[in-house]
């Protein structure tokens, strides 16, 4: 059970701040995007089965459609070629958004440090969290995914309006 956001509680009633009931919901349903490539894909698909078991954190629900999704999962190895195609999922999703790279390939090209491989999404996108590992065991997936819903659970409802937010989307070229 969810612990409730801090607030004056009585006999039948309680209040708090709209940040932190807002925050408290955010984080206890985020709806994952999985954009699996290699084997990073096949640790996800490994913490989302009953033995660890993504539900018990809101995650139940695995989303494959960008417009529905809170929470970018990027996972492996990522070409060159699909960089426009992470960049438009991403910008595709709504706001609040956030994103993960798991695995040493997502946030820096890996073992591929190659002509055709993007060496980390953070050059074409904002990563919040950067699970590190080749691949990373289901353990650290749960661990990233519980420092998102931190991120979530603590962020202000303006955070997205500020203009430091502004300036960090058009330095990957978002408007």
């Keep these: ?6 607030g004056h509680e009585g006999s039948g009633f309680f209040a708090t701040s709209l940040d932190k009931v807002v925050g408290m919901a955010r984080a206890n349903s985020l709806w994952p995007l999985p954009f699996a490539t290699s084997c990073c894909g096949i640790e996800f698909m490994a913490s989302m089965c009953s033995h ?21 999962m990027v996972m492996g190895t990522i070409a060159k070629k699909m960089a426009p195609i992470v960049k438009q999922v991403y910008l595709q999703m709504a706001e609040p958004r956030w994103v993960i790279a798991m695995g040493a390939c ?65 330095s990957y070229g978002i408007q």
């Design 52 to 72: 660890y078991d993504f539900a018990r954190f809101g995650s139940e629900r695995p989303s494959f459609s960008p417009r529905q999704a809170d929470l970018l």
């Design 1 to 6: 059970m969810v612990e409730a956001p801090e």
């Design 106 to 170: 997502a946030s820096s090209g890996g073992i591929f440090d190659t002509y055709s491989v993007l060496q980390g999404i953070d050059r074409i996108i904002p990563v919040d969290v950067y699970i590190p590992g080749c691949p990373p065991r289901p353990e650290q997936v749960i661990d990233g995914l519980m420092e998102i819903q931190e991120m979530a659970r603590n962020e202000s409802t303006r955070r997205r309006n500020s203009e430091e937010y502004g300036l960090l989307l058009n």
